[in-house]
T-cell receptor
Framework: DGGITQSPKYLFRKEGQNVTLSCEQN?????MYWYRQDPGQGLRLIYY???????QKGDIAEGYSVSREKKESFPLTVTSAQKNPTAFYLC???????????FGPGTRLTVL | SQQGEEDPQALSIQEGENATMNCSYK?????LQWYRQNSGRGLVHLIL?????REKHSGRLRVTLDTSKKSSSLLITASRAADTASYFC?????????FGAGTRLTVKP
């Protein structure tokens, strides 16, 4: 059953703690992306990776970090430096950069 | 930075009516894509139109692209309550994809 998965669906953390969001795909896609979505807003690009062991900052990378050690996985860490981390986080993958993107179901992060 | 901007921000229609959403962008593109998002879910790809195409159809969806005006429209014909969702355009410019803020469509039964 091919697709892209994100876990967990809901995540609660205390202020000042780092938290890592999981994103896995078995579509054999080279490119992967992380977006942040605030209520009633569009998607803002945090980081993207076009190939294993390489990634690029998006428009709002400050306070976030990523790694791409495996083709299938692109975890996002929300660090304590991110001032307003409460948001809906979406991961996506595509065969190549700027191709059609396939999205995961999202993780809703709430920082208390 | 957002490349595409959808218009209107919100649209409310009756079931059976047509819904038209527009997307404007600033720089030249290779392609433009439309996505749909149900509340609290991930986005689903609807249709891709390349810069050398002017119109594309998929079921009840019709997409047009006018590169001279840097704009695209998404038409949903004979709308259904299940079409209620947010619709986003995404453009690739300078080898990066960017999504607009979306149009929130409500179809009343």
């Amino acid at each position: 059953d091919g697709g892209i998965t994100q876990s967990p669906k809901y995540l609660f953390r205390k202020e000042g703690q780092n938290v890592t969001l999981s994103c896995e795909q078995n579509l054999n896609h080279d490119a992967m992306y992380w977006y942040r979505q605030d209520p009633g807003q569009g998607l803002r690009l945090i980081y993207y990776s076009q190939i294993v062991n390489d990634f690029q900052k998006g428009d709002i990378a400050e306070g976030y970090s990523v790694s791409r050690e495996k083709k299938e996985s692109f975890p996002l860490t929300v660090t304590s430096a991110q001032k307003n981390p409460t948001a809906f986080y979406l991961c996506a993958s595509s065969p190549g950069h700027t191709d059609t993107q396939y999205f995961g179901p999202g993780t809703r992060l709430t920082v208390l | 930075s957002q490349q595409g901007e959808e218009d209107p921000q919100a649209l409310s229609i009756q079931e059976g009516e047509n819904a038209t959403m527009n997307c404007s962008y600033k720089t030249s593109i290779n392609n433009l894509q439309w996505y749909r998002q149900n509340s609290g879910r991930g986005l689903v790809h609807l249709i891709l139109i390349r810069s050398n195409e002017r119109e594309k159809h998929s079921g009840r969806l019709r997409v047009t692209l006018d590169t001279s005006k840097k704009s695209s429209s998404l038409l949903i014909t004979a709308s259904r309550a299940a079409d209620t969702a947010s619709y986003f355009c995404a453009t690739d410019a300078h080898n990066d994809m960017r999504f607009g803020a979306g149009t929130r469509l409500t179809v009343k039964p």
